[in-house]
């Protein structure tokens, strides 16, 4: 604790940074091969609402003046998970309806509480876009725990989480519980996007999320090498985001992700010249 | 309440506009949604963003585009942006669902940077965001009319293509329509109508406003000519309703027209489900 304070806003925000563009691209991995990548899109708009509604409540009432808003950020984009699933049921032959309904009614309740919320216009373009220099101790606390959470998840059930992402039916036979599973990946979704987004700003988180894993199955020939190779790009955009940013003064998010397309693009340049070698071979 | 509206020329016109769009974004929201390409048309509005930016940039820099409309930049990036998809579509040959997300972030993250340039975070973004009563002028106005124009001529002509297409793409391919054109034409229409909604529901919110009434009206239609029917009244409901109490409460039109459009969807979703 008292290392961390010592700790400039800097500082603080780099070591943000990387645990970020580490878990991020982790849980990327399982989203990818369970082909609902967009669903951290959709989950990323609604804690937007949680955020706004945060600082709504704890301008308005007393007793949330403490609140840090990423708490009903996170209680937000839980909620949110839990809606897709029930919105999947009640549009049985649209199920691809249930992420643009939540993300849109997440983004237009977050207009509104924005409008009735006084605050500066740079103090939300902070949390939409991103910005490394305001991560505060109370937020790195956040996300080491929220870090910590979502490693000790997948960590401990690393195979479940495996085999219900790549073969459901096979999970049931063999015994994994798919309904409690599901709910369990919901959560750690939720718990990573509402730490990646005070640093990557929530319109971003979504990228985070998707740009490294996509550039990593360009490349990688095993899961594994897909959740390595992730990581690796995953926390390449992000030191590489975050120095440019701090000396071209551009925000910190719009940079990550930049370098994040940029990475994209040259492995699939790679991808594309080894191809035509090898077919020349 | 709403004669205040014909007092403003401004106004007029942004009600107006409000009308068109009301009209013509859940016109091709019917056929987004049950082609499933719902999901196109917030990559393509969050690509715009990309291209607005990128106007502003260019408009602090070059004189030549300071006059520019960034409504023009934001069509070219969100044409650009519908035919990258497809592309991506083909390099992710087994991951076909990935071309939207990464488009979409790329879009925003593109448009932060050429923002950040521009030193553009203020007032202006945010309307350009989430929408705005006050900001359509004549050129806009007349725009927007002419995007309107097209686009239901467009519709009227390819009705049956369409129709045939989403239905049942195989019989529609062998029986030689022409698939690939037509989508193209389908996907440049949806960009057409994102650059004309922006101004008013924002960009965030543009998509929201393709499918939000579809899937309301999917809840009471009984066919698919129904479905444009509902669509389109859900559509408009929320676009008139949803601006006027933006003026009045001093809200963002973005944020109330699409908090209409999801008490419709509610109301839609409890009410048929007794049937």
């Known amino acids: ?281 | 309440m709403i004669s205040v509206f014909f007092e403003y020329s401004f106004l007029t016109y942004s009600l107006y506009t409000a009308i068109m769009v009301g009209l013509i974004a859940p016109l091709l929201g019917v056929f987004l949604v049950v082609r499933r390409l719902s999901l196109i048309s917030d990559a393509l509005s969050h690509i715009t963003l990309s291209g607005i930016a990128f106007s502003l940039l260019l408009g602090k820099h070059f004189i030549l585009f300071a006059n520019l409309n960034p409504i023009y930049m934001g069509m070219i990036f969100s044409v650009g942006g519908a035919i990258f998809i497809e592309r991506l579509r083909n390099v992710y040959r087994y991951y076909k669902e990935l071309a939207i997300p990464i488009i979409l972030s790329a879009g925003i993250g593109i448009g932060v940077v050429f923002i950040s340039l521009a030193d553009g975070f203020n007032t202006d973004l945010f309307s350009y965001l989430f929408g705005s009563v006050v900001v359509i002028r004549y050129s806009d106005f007349q725009l927007i009319s002419v995007i309107t124009i097209l686009v239901l001529i467009l519709f009227f002509l390819f009705y049956k293509e369409w129709f045939y297409l989403s239905f049942d793409e195989d019989q529609a391919t062998v029986s030689g329509i022409p698939k690939k054109i037509l989508h193209f034409i389908f996907i440049v229409m949806v960009a057409l109508v994102i650059a004309a909604s922006m101004r008013i529901v924002g960009i965030l919110l543009v998509s929201s406003l393709m499918t939000l009434p579809v899937a309301a009206a999917m809840r009471w239609a009984k066919g698919f000519k129904q479905m444009f029917f509902y669509a389109i009244i859900f559509g408009e409901l929320s676009v008139i309703i949803g601006l006027v109490s933006s003026f009045h409460l001093d809200l963002f039109p973005g944020g109330t027209i699409v908090l209409l459009n999801v008490l419709i969807l509610l109301f839609s979703i409890l009410l048929t489900n007794k049937r």
């Open chain 1, 1 to 281: 604790m008292e290392l961390l304070q010592q700790l400039t806003f800097l500082e603080r925000g780099i070591i943000a940074g990387l645990i970020i563009g580490c878990i991020c691209p982790l849980i990327g991995a399982f989203l990818l091969v369970r082909r609902i990548t967009i669903i951290s899109e959709a989950l990323s708009h609604i804690t937007l609402t949680g955020i706004t509604a945060g600082m709504f409540l704890s301008q308005s009432i007393a007793l949330f003046s403490f609140l840090n808003p990423l708490y009903a950020g996170l209680f937000f984009s839980l909620i949110g998970s839990l809606l897709v699933e029930k919105l999947r049921q009640i549009y049985k032959h649209f199920q691809e309806l249930a992420i643009p309904i939540i993300l849109s009614s997440g983004i237009g309740l977050s207009a509104i509480l924005m409008s009735l919320t006084s605050g500066s216009y740079n103090q939300w373009y902070n949390y939409l876009f991103g910005s490394i220099i305001t991560v505060s101790l109370s937020d790195l606390l956040f996300i080491i725990i929220t870090g910590l959470i979502a490693l000790l998840m997948i960590g401990g059930f690393y195979k479940e989480l495996l085999s219900i992402s790549f073969d459901q039916e096979f999970a049931k036979v063999t015994g994994v519980s798919v309904t409690r599973f599901n709910f369990f990946f919901s959560l750690l979704i939720a718990i990573v996007i509402s730490m990646s987004m005070k640093v990557v700003g929530i319109l971003l988180v979504g990228a985070m999320v998707t740009l490294p894993v996509a550039a990593s199955i360009q490349l990688a020939k095993s899961f594994k090498q897909v959740i390595f190779l992730g990581i690796l790009f995953g926390e390449l955009a992000m030191i590489i985001g975050i120095i440019l940013s701090y000396y071209l003064d551009i925000a910190t998010g719009g940079m990550i992700v930049v370098t994040g397309v940029f990475i994209l693009l040259i492995t699939s340049g790679i991808k594309k010249i080894t191809a035509s070698l090898r077919s020349k071979i």
